[in-house]
């Protein structure tokens, strides 16, 4: 009787091998949506195909979400088993019903609007042009239903027992991280899920801007500064060149280092310096805007946001009033989209990797075979031999990348004899001394550093432009590797403005910042020579010297690492982390005794205002209005099934597989497709060198030689000893027969030292063209160069 109960208790309590069928027949159904959406996107001509490469990363984030939530449901089974046999499966089953049909009504929702519903979900009743087909969700649902049905059955007869638990919650919490570190695109990601991430972010947001003004950082533009007391009359625009270092901060400027940049000690005695001065982020990359427009930082940096915001910065003002501009980086401009921010400020000459001839060696790689690009000493020599002479003023802006990890400088043993020799005598602290030997190749970088930047100013005396030359010279940020003395130190960079106008050189002991620098060098502009700039201003910062009378706070927001603002300055306060500290005159941090409860909720309102301030304006674009933004949108605009079909062909990061995609198109005369793809490419990358080369040529094989002349031509302007540029657009002169025109690339080639065999053969086609008084068939040469350039998968 006895074995008998137990084994009918048996028979009506579920255990792990009737949940784990269940699982396995969700995902099946999983696979039946994935397998209706793209069919449905197929049907209407937006995909090139049911199943791809793209489909497989479909099931792939599919097979995480599954894991994920029957991790989650595999606890409640047994909760409810445990309380009432059969239980825990019926709920089970039920949820995942649900699942399926909320997934069927996402995907119908997004093959509809071409666009997968996230947090918009909340004003989505008050939409009339949302498109959506109830009957055609419930047909897809009642096809997945079916399908699950019939194979539950044979799942069930065939699945193998798995009696423990922990194993498979192990199984299933892994395959879902495996899916959060695969790039997710909205056509190949689990609709459900898109839609509780965006709504729970939504939802979880701990603060939002309630202000009345659409644009809460603009005001009057303030055209008078305490700078200008400090510089000769001008007789003309002055030249300015920014120069920031990677990671120099205070402490070998003004702290326990100094020893190992003397050059740049000796030019701040002849400067103004700045004895409290501030870097608003963290990062090297967040400095560079910063510095430059007195921009907000988004999450992570400006630079990083990803749609285009109207703002005026250093670069679209001087433009206006007739300056050239130039941006100069031994490094790829792509990191942090710093490329993208430098094409829509429409930056004459961008010196960066791509632009550094043969006579000049990379930095030596690291241990994952990665160089980060050219050193300082290249950066500046390159600057002066391609700089092209300008009648009028100019911006030159220097990001240095020398003194940054993992510090492989030219000559590395040179420089770090130097540093030994400097511990030896300098009179150090045996601690320091420690710290300096077990960091050397560190120290040796700001030797090397300092060396490049004293040639580089003596080479600058030499120039007929130098008595006209305003140099800055500041630090992205201090280096974590460096031992901090308190929060604010990681902050705490040099500021040094150096000039032939200058009356004297001074130390000024108010506090400012990178988003002072900006404002302040446009006011000193305008009082010096009446420049134009917009009445409204959106910047983050004012004056670099504070006046006497000034009533305003003295505001300094602290972005210490993306997604993460959580220091900030009001006056003599300082914020950080919960924390607030009183700040002396030397911005050491002192316990805060002050009773005076209004000075801390003044703080912390304004804290909080700053916060919902920065998101905002970045999040909608509301920094300036765009009738007051000297730059425009100039990203090419895609439709919504012309990005799922982009989305469907390229799934990551990695542009320059996109470039090949979009390469073997061209070469398969889908011309069309392949520039459709590189003009997405070039919206992400605008130096995307190959990518600009490939659309020139796509559009000669199209028999549109004046289009592609006019590309190629601005190929060579952007990238002068890029020798592909040159091949592709003398073919294109080949094949429109303007052979003649050899003369001019050739000359172009010899000046920037283009050395190649392929180029010249190019030449020796033409000349001989030339020589007999021919002109080329056009269809047939285009023919066969595509199938030579094919084949050759050049």
């Given amino acids: 009787m006895l074995e008998y109960r137990e084994e009918h208790i048996e028979s009506k309590e579920r255990k792990l091998r009737d949940f784990i069928p269940v699982v396995i027949t969700f995902f099946v159904g999983l696979v039946v949506l994935s397998i209706y959406q793209n069919a449905m996107l197929y049907a209407i001509g937006v995909l090139d195909s049911v199943f791809n490469s793209s489909f497989l990363l479909y099931l792939l984030h599919h097979l995480g979400f599954a894991s994920v939530i029957s991790l989650f449901l595999a606890f409640i089974f047994n909760l409810l088993e445990n309380e009432k046999p059969g239980l825990g499966l019926r709920v089970v089953q039920i949820v995942l019903i649900i699942l399926l049909l909320l997934e069927a009504v996402l995907i119908t929702y997004y093959v509809q609007n071409f666009e997968p519903l996230g947090s918009d979900f909340f004003g989505l009743f008050k ?406 700039v917009p009445d409204q201003v959106g910047f983050l910062g004012g004056d670099l010297i504070r006046q006497s009378g000034t009533k305003d706070p003295k505001e300094v927001p602290l972005l210490r690492s993306a997604y993460r603002l959580q220091d900030y300055i009001l006056d003599d306060l300082f914020y950080s982390d919960g924390e607030i500290y009183k700040l002396d005159k030397d911005l050491n941090l002192r316990e805060f005794e002050d009773d005076e409860e209004t000075r801390v909720s003044l703080l912390e309102e304004r804290f909080q205002n700053f916060k919902t301030v920065n998101r905002y304006v970045t999040e909608n674009n509301s920094i300036i209005p765009k009738s007051v933004s000297l730059i425009e949108d100039r990203k090419p605009k895609f439709t919504k099934e012309e990005l799922i079909w982009i989305e469907s062909v390229f799934n990551g990061k990695d542009f320059d597989n996109a470039y090949g995609h979009a390469k073997q198109l061209a070469f398969d005369k889908d011309y069309g497709r392949a520039l459709l793809l590189s003009e997405y490419i070039l919206s992400e990358i605008p130096r995307h060198a190959d990518t600009e080369i490939l659309m020139g040529r796509v559009r000669a094989w199209q028999g549109d030689f004046e289009r592609s002349i006019q590309i190629l031509s601005n190929v060579i302007r952007k990238y002068p000893k890029y020798e592909d540029g040159y091949c592709a657009l003398m073919d294109a002169y080949f094949w429109s027969g303007k052979n003649e025109n050899m003369y001019e690339i050739q000359r172009l080639a010899r000046k920037n030292g283009i050395q190649d065999k392929i180029l010249n053969e190019k030449f020796e086609r033409s000349l001989t063209l030339i020589r007999q008084g021919k002109e080329v068939e056009g269809k047939s040469a285009i023919e066969q160069e595509t199938v030579e350039i094919g084949s050759q998968k050049k």
């Fill in 127 to 532: 939409n009339k042009e949302i498109r959506f087909s109830l009957l055609q969700a419930s047909v897809a649902t009642s096809i997945t239903l079916t399908v699950c049905f019939i194979c539950y059955k044979y799942i069930a007869s065939f699945y193998t027992v798995i009696s423990r638990m922990y194993p498979l919650t192990i199984v299933f919490f892994s395959i879902f991280l495996a899916t959060l570190y695969s790039d997710k695109k909205p056509v190949n990601e689990n609709k459900t899920q898109y839609l509780a991430h965006h709504v729970t972010k939504r939802l979880l947001q701990s603060y939002s801007y309630e202000g009345a003004e659409e644009y809460p950082l603009v005001r009057p533009f303030q055209k008078e500064t305490g700078l200008a007391g400090y510089f000769k009359p001008m007789d003309t625009f002055p030249h300015i060149k920014i120069i920031i270092l990677d990671g120099l901060g205070n402490e070998f400027v003004d702290g326990r280092f100094t020893d190992f940049m003397p050059n740049l000690q000796e030019l701040k005695r002849t400067s103004l310096s700045w004895k409290n001065f501030l870097s608003n982020t963290g990062e090297s990359h967040a400095a560079f805007p910063t510095i430059i427009g007195s921009l907000p930082f988004g999450e992570s940096g400006f630079t990083t946001l990803p749609d285009f915001t109207y703002r005026n910065t250093l670069y679209s003002i001087l433009r206006e009033n007739g300056y050239k501009t130039s941006f100069n980086h031994g490094g790829n401009t792509a990191l942090f989209n710093i490329d993208r921010f430098l094409e829509e400020e429409k930056v004459d000459q961008i010196f960066d990797r791509n632009n550094f001839g043969r006579e000049f060696s990379l930095q030596e790689e690291d241990a994952a075979g990665i160089t980060l690009g050219y050193p300082d000493g290249a950066l500046f020599s390159n600057f002066h031999k391609n700089a092209k002479p300008s009648v009028g003023p100019k911006l030159d802006v220097f990001l240095t990348l020398s003194t940054k990890v993992p510090y492989h400088i030219p000559e590395i043993d040179t420089y770090t004899h130097k540093v030994a020799n400097i511990v030896e005598t300098s009179g150090m602290k045996a601690s320091e001394q420690r710290f300096v030997r077990r960091n050397e190749e560190l120290f040796a970088s700001f030797l090397y550093a300092d060396e490049a930047l004293a040639q580089f100013m003596t080479r600058e005396q030499l120039s007929p432009d130098f008595s006209s030359t305003i140099y800055v010279i500041t630090g992205s940020h201090q280096l974590s590797e460096l031992s901090q003395d308190n929060a604010l130190s990681k902050y705490r960079v040099p500021l040094l403005i150096f000039s032939p106008l200058l009356k004297s050189a001074t130390e000024i002991a108010n506090v400012a910042s990178h988003a002072d620098i900006a404002p302040s060098l446009l006011a000193l502009l305008s009082e010096k020579q009446n420049s134009k």
